[in-house]
């Protein structure tokens, strides 16, 4: 009896013991499942978030020519122009609004070799870049750029090309099969017969295949000043869906290749249709938003001081104008760098300095954040060192660009209704209403928005370079 109890003991005992064990095992299976889930979530996250870095040029490009065919209702080649300086609807990264653009897209791969014919700059200024998908600078154009203000026929080469080049033209050799050109129209007065004289120099570009040369189709040119012409990144699930369609469309550069293997893990490859599940597009938004705040973030620390002790600095970061844009130095490509540069700006000349210099800053002068709620004054002193105009324009921190529905971006040289003081200076404010009695001297903020000016010389002159003349910081009116 004792022994039979004892093996039924023991029995049960072995049992339980396989039973507990069993549990545990799940038990434990089931918290190193869930640890694995978690950490792979997170991997996501952190390479969808360098993913966004990584790809901001690119889909900043997308962004502006989805607005092109969109809002523009253009095509390939034409020419979208604003026949007034821009407002706030002119929604790009860092316009100014003292200039009409130009802007047009172009594309070898359906098009092959394209020809962009410029215009001998007679009457007005024309200063502008070809530019990569990768918004690497190719070449710039007019008195500042190889034509050297005499116009002249740019043939546009895809990647690759290596067919002969006809005589007559300036090759332009593409890294991508997208490019486009931006141009500011400068008149040399606000007079009717100046801005007169600019537009009749933007109808002179003209845009077709090589292919059509000798009988170019008739040039389309669409005016798009009144139009929203909204072409800011969207920091959300659907920014992955712009990187993918340009990773389709584009070569992979070389210094690239490995990207592409983080890329795949998203969802993301060349040759196949992006469709994230509802779990990773979940992810996909939080990394956007986690990258949108870095951008910001960037913005406001990068930067180098341009006068000692002045809060203004050269915002396109040093490493950007010494590469030609293209950020690769010292064998590395600057992603960072990349990455907060064209957050912020499009379009950058090869040689920044020639034709246009900008400077910017973030605080006032006792190094506060500049907000939208507050007022200040900048005092510009006399004798601005900048040839044809000089302006300082209003951007919010959030997307780099014009705060939607104010009646006024910016202030310049060219404006006649602004007070000028006796000695030659000019005293603009900026805030949220117009202090008494200085309505034609006021730029608006948007209360509860960050924002930041940019302060642009155009033709700028030794004295700046020099540093013998100086900008003041911002005072802040109590």
Known sequence: MKANYRQNFLAVALIGAFVI?????????????????????????????????????????????????????????????????????????????????????????????????????VGAGLFGTIVDAWQVP??????????????????????????????????????????????????????????AKALALVKQIKAYPLANAANPPEQRYIDIHGTVFDAIVRFDASFYESLARMINEEPVQPHDLSVMNLLRSLGIEKGHEFKPDAATRKVLQAAAQESHQWFMNGLITSGDRFWPNRNWDIPFLTVGPKTGFSFMTDGMLDVDGRGITFFTYCAPATKLGNATFYLGTFS???????????????????????????????????????????????????????????????????????????????????????????????????????????????????
């Open 21 to 121: 064990g069993g549990l545990a095992s799940q038990a434990l299976a089931q918290e190193v499942h869930y640890d694995k889930q978690a950490l792979q979530q997170r991997t996501l996250e952190r390479r969808a978030v360098e993913a966004a870095i990584w790809g901001m040029p690119i889909v900043s490009f997308d962004a502006m020519r989805q607005a092109y065919f969109r809002d523009a209702k253009a095509k390939y080649n034409d020419i979208a122009f604003l026949s007034e300086p821009s407002d706030w609807k002119f929604l790009v990264t860092t316009p100014n609004n003292s200039t009409r653009y130009v802007y047009v897209n172009f594309n070898t791969k359906s098009d092959g070799p394209v020809v962009l014919e410029i215009p001998a700059a």
């Open 138 to 195: 190719a070449m710039d154009v007019g008195p500042a750029g190889e034509d050297q203000g005499k116009g002249g026929k740019y043939l546009l080469l895809p990647p690759g090309h290596k067919g002969e080049i006809p005589p007559g033209y300036i090759p332009v050799v593409m890294n991508t099969y997208n490019s486009y050109a931006l141009f500011r129209a400068i008149s040399e007065t606000t007079s009717k017969e100046g801005v």
């Open 364 to 478: 006032d002068n006792e190094g506060q954040r500049l907000h939208g709620a507050n007022t200040y004054r900048l005092r510009v002193p006399p004798n601005v060192p900048a040839k044809q105009f000089w302006a300082v324009t209003v951007y919010g921190v959030e997307d780099a660009a014009f705060f939607r529905n104010v009646s006024r971006n910016s202030l310049d040289s060219y404006d006649q209704k602004a007070k000028r003081n006796a000695d030659g200076s000019v005293d603009i404010y900026f805030g949220p209403k117009a202090p008494a009695g200085s309505e034609t001297n006021w730029v608006p903020t948007v209360a509860g928005k960050d924002w930041f000016p940019l302060f642009r010389f155009y033709g700028p002159e030794k004295p700046l370079f020099e540093k013998t003349w100086s900008l003041p910081d911002f005072e802040p009116v109590k």
